[in-house]
């Protein structure tokens, strides 16, 4: 098997917008590229638009007029695959179907080389199960890009079970001279990025499903917490359609694990054709005038002279309460041997979620959300107890704009909005981890180069503490009582890990 791909040439079997951006990209790192579709003329068409959108970079001053054309050059559709017989490296860009890919493989492995290295662009079907029947299935790897090709850095190298390690580190090295960031994956159901991002769209869609808050509550939360969109309108840009499949073929490729199991309210949005931005309507209306849904403003209480203040516990959140009442020169008590983290106010209570519904902790109780981002935007949910009185349902989103936040209310819901996420993300890695899919620092690099994720999950978990995560999850696991958030074990053991590291 050949030790680099540097000079190969490069086959791109299928033009459309991830074929093309593919064979751009090898184009600008210097191969020669061969751009092929099985539909009449698509290959010459994707070229011509290619050619269009150089020229444009080119207008712009973001590429040199002599870059654009020497990438064209270097790109020549072909109308069979015949054309294609001397080159090293072939990636497979047509549609997501099992069947299709492993007949087109087998049909090249009469076409190309012994050593050419194949690659399938793949981003849920097992790189094993489209290696089998193939006469030297060990150097079929999967190469996963991201939309759009020409600026997402990332790129998921997959082994499958016969996958040669050499292939792979190839197309790992190939990747970083294509100018991405490359990660070491094992074929497992959504890889890395699919597979860790479930949560993301799965814990909003049960708070919907709870009616514990309308979409642009839910989405003003995360995006508060650094996403740079919430859930529903990244759902409704990627199309409920798209999503829901991705999450139906996880659910199925993991034997119907129900923490993968597809949400009820995304399947009637897709049944009543309400897809997002493609067609108009998802969970919001993207009708020409319509404007999108205010949220509620909430005034800052006038500090008291009279009422005994208390700080509980330590950690940022505290650090950052004292910090606020410091500032504004407001007399209080720090309790810091406390085991929750808030504010107390005459016996009523303020509370750092610690995954618990403010009804379990008591009468005169509100819990508010993780807040993730303190430099950025202060959004954040809080919910009272069932139990609480009318005077301090009012009264305690108005601390909460004291201390700097712009709370929104939403449902008494165990761990609120960005700690359940945030919570259900890391555990899905630590999983990921534990099987053996990915390393920690490769799980970090996909989220945050593949979907954007302000942090890795590890990075989160590391600011947050394990034994908080944990109280997370084992409150949601005890709230729904299923197995939808059972804890991975590899997190349950992280502790002793730590221990046993210093």
């Not at 072939?90 to 492995?109: M, N, P, S, T, Y």
């Not at 509980?312 to 720090?334: C, I, N, S």
């Not at 949910?381 to 009185?389: C, E, K």
Request: proline share 5%; glycine share 8%; hydrophobic share 45%.
């Amino acid at each position: 098997m050949t030790q680099t791909l540097k000079d190969a040439s490069v086959l791109v079997v299928g033009a459309g917008i991830m074929g093309a951006g593919i064979a751009q990209v090898a184009a600008q790192a210097g191969h020669s590229v061969r751009l092929f579709d099985t539909r009449e003329g698509a290959a010459a068409q994707a070229k011509d638009k290619l050619t269009q959108t150089l020229q444009g970079l080119a207008a712009k001053g973001k590429l040199s007029a002599e870059a654009a054309e020497q990438t064209l050059s270097r790109i020549i559709a072909i109308t069979t695959l015949e054309e294609a017989t001397g080159v090293g490296l072939v990636v497979e860009a047509i549609v997501e179907k099992l069947d299709a890919k492993r007949g087109l493989f087998q049909q090249l492995e009469a076409i190309v080389a012994a050593d050419c290295v194949l690659a399938t662009n793949t981003s849920s079907i097992s790189v094993t199960a489209i290696a089998n029947g193939l006469q030297h299935p060990q150097r079929l790897v999967g190469m996963h890009f991201f939309n759009p090709v020409p600026l997402m850095k990332l790129v998921e190298v997959v082994s499958g079970l016969q996958t040669d390690a050499a292939v792979a580190t190839v197309i790992f090295d190939l990747s970083k001279d294509w100018g991405k960031v490359p990660v070491y994956a094992r074929s497992t159901p959504g890889f890395i990025v699919n597979r860790i991002a479930r949560p993301y769209y799965a814990e909003t869609l049960a708070l919907l499903q709870e009616q514990a808050a309308k979409p642009a509550v839910l989405d003003a939360c995360l995006r508060a917490a650094g996403f740079r969109m919430g859930p529903c309108e990244l759902m409704d840009l990627i199309g409920h359609d798209t999503n829901f499949s991705v999450t139906q073929s996880v659910f199925e490729a993991n034997f119907y694990d129900k923490r993968f199991v597809p949400s009820l309210v995304q399947r009637e949005l897709v049944d009543g054709g309400l897809l997002g931005r493609k067609s108009g309507r998802g969970f919001y209306d993207y009708a020409e005038g319509v404007s999108t849904p205010e949220l509620e403003a909430v005034q800052p209480v006038e500090l008291p002279t009279a009422q005994l203040l208390r700080v509980h516990g330590q950690g940022p959140v505290a650090d950052r309460l004292v910090a606020t009442l410091l500032q504004a020169k407001q007399a209080f008590l720090r309790v810091p041997s406390s085991d929750w983290v808030g504010l107390c106010v005459e016996g009523a209570q303020l509370r750092l979620t610690d995954g618990r519904t403010a009804s379990q902790l008591g009468v005169e109780v509100a819990v508010f959300d993780l807040p993730l981002n303190p430099a950025a935007d202060a959004t954040l949910a809080w919910a009272p107890s069932l139990r609480a009185s009318p005077a301090w349902r009012r009264a305690a989103p108005r601390w909460l704009a004291t201390l700097g936040f712009k709370p929104l209310r939403v449902a008494d819901t165990p761990a609120l909005v960005v700690a359940r996420t945030l919570a259900m993300l890391i555990n899905e890695a630590a999983d990921a981890v534990q099987q053996g899919v990915c390393t920690q620092d490769g799980a970090d690099a996909a989220m945050k180069l593949g979907v954007n994720y302000p942090a890795g999950p590890f990075e989160w978990l590391a600011q947050w503490s394990t034994p908080a995560v944990l109280g997370v999850l084992d409150a949601l696991d005890t709230h729904y009582r299923g197995e939808r958030y059972r804890v991975s074990p590899w997190l349950r053991q992280r502790p002793w890990m730590d221990m046993e590291s210093t």
